[in-house]
């Protein structure tokens, strides 16, 4: 990694759907894991895997913590500045 990319972070941005997921989560186990999961995204937003068989639009990507049992699904802009999450399973 070049020094003037390393420490960067993608900017995390939720849709509309997405966003209503999060407000209804209230466990804070729950939230820190997803906090977690978001963090590992923002940091290499190529960690998840591409979701086969998408081919509008930008490609979907899935990171799934086994661990701490979340489910992102997620676009990343095409800057790789932004990552915008479509989906939460928490």
């Known amino acids: 990694m070049s020094p003037q990319h390393r420490g960067r972070r993608a900017r995390i941005a939720f849709s509309d759907a997405a966003a209503k997921q999060l407000e209804a989560i ?3 186990a729950e939230l820190h894991a997803l906090d977690r999961a978001l963090v590992v995204i923002s940091v290499d937003p190529e960690v998840g895997e591409p979701i086969p068989d998408n081919t509008a639009g930008p490609q979907l990507r899935q990171y799934t913590d ?3 049992h979340v489910r992102v699904l997620y676009f990343v802009t095409a800057l790789r500045t932004v990552v915008v999450v479509a989906y939460i399973e928490v």
Do not use: K, L, Y
């Open 66 to 68: 086994e661990i701490e």
């Open 26 to 28: 209230t466990d804070e």
